[in-house]
């Protein structure tokens, strides 16, 4: 039987040419922001809420949560200004509340520019937008919290 010893993505051998690790996947501080937004039942199609700017290269944390029952649409879209469904895309009937990021899913542990799909780093901060797809079945409200690693 074959004897392993390996290491880890936070274990790097300089020596070897390997880079160091990203400061914000290794030791990088958590930063939790709390968001309400609320919707009138008049709201249509088209209607969109500003939640948050976040650094590009912030690494979502797996404690990300959106409570998506109470908002006043069938469908919960989060994502970029232009990109309705970068982040969330869910009926509100399907869950209480949403972890966009899970462990060991291919958005875990990666930067919220690759999280969200953006072909390159555009530096600097990226809005989170809700995205209202059809028009409003009441008013409400989406509460949440975006938890990330930062340097």
Not at 14 to 28: F, H, N, T, Y
Not at 85 to 110: C, E, Q, R
């Amino acid at each position: 039987m074959a004897v392993v010893i390996g290491k880890s993505t936070l274990i790097r051998d300089p020596r070897i040419g390997e880079a160091a690790v990203d400061p914000a996947v290794a030791r990088g501080r958590t930063i939790s922001a709390t968001f309400t937004a609320t919707n009138a039942s008049t709201d249509n199609t088209g209607s969109k809420w500003h939640l948050a700017d976040l650094p590009s290269d912030a690494i979502l944390d797996e404690s990300t949560s959106i409570l998506v029952s109470g908002w006043g649409f069938a469908a919960v879209r989060i994502g970029t200004k232009t990109d309705v469904d970068a982040l969330v895309a869910v009926v509100t009937s399907a869950a209480a509340v949403v972890n966009p990021v899970a462990i060991g899913d291919a958005k875990h542990g990666v930067p919220l520019w690759q999280v969200l799909g953006l072909a390159a780093d555009p530096g600097g901060n990226i809005g989170l937008w809700a995205h209202a797809i059809a028009n409003a079945t009441g008013a409400g409200s989406l509460k949440g919290k975006f938890a990330y690693r930062y340097r």
